[in-house]
């Protein structure tokens, strides 16, 4: 069995993407590594996600939680899980994004309206939430 490590290439682009919300919308960013589990994302408390297969799918990837590698045995908790600093979920890519309170997302999968999976690379648990659901739940959503 082959040991899968999360692309630096996908890491790298999720930090473009954060660092290009926060300069958007005037944003403190924390950008170590144990900034980012240890208070959040932002100052403000937004847990930011690039989505860039959002145009090809038309979902959005809501992650509760992670590993760095495929061997590793026991996930991290991350996204609408992680116990931060964050109240808001921003997703989306460079031409659109979709603002939830992490207590609604959290919320749906504790009543099971989502049906949670591994991602491909099975180094990402979550649910797939469709666009047309998205605008319908989301606090606000910008296009870019």
């Known amino acids: 069995m082959s040991t899968y490590q999360a692309d630096q290439s996908y890491i790298d682009k999720g930090m473009a993407f954060q660092k290009f919300i926060c300069e958007y919308f005037g ?4 950008k170590t590594a144990s ?3 240890d208070i959040g994302e932002t100052k403000f408390g937004v847990e930011i996600k690039f989505d860039d297969i ?12 992670e590993k760095r ?4 045995p026991d996930w991290i908790d991350s996204g609408i899980n ?17 603002c939830f309170s992490k207590k609604q997302l ?15 690379a ?10 047309e659901k998205a605008l319908s739940y989301c606090l606000t959503y910008w296009q870019f």
């Open 69 to 72: 590698f495929t061997t590793n």
């Open 106 to 120: 959290k919320s749906m999968l504790e009543m099971e309206m989502v049906e949670v999976r591994e991602n491909k």
């Open 122 to 131: 099975a180094t990402s648990k979550g649910f797939l939430l469709s666009k």
């Open 27 to 30: 944003l403190v960013d924390y």
């Open 82 to 98: 992680k116990n931060d600093n964050s109240w808001l979920y921003l997703i989306g890519n460079y031409n659109e994004a979709f």
């Open 54 to 65: 959002l145009e090809m799918t038309g979902n959005l990837w809501i992650e509760i939680a």
């Open 35 to 37: 900034e980012q589990y």
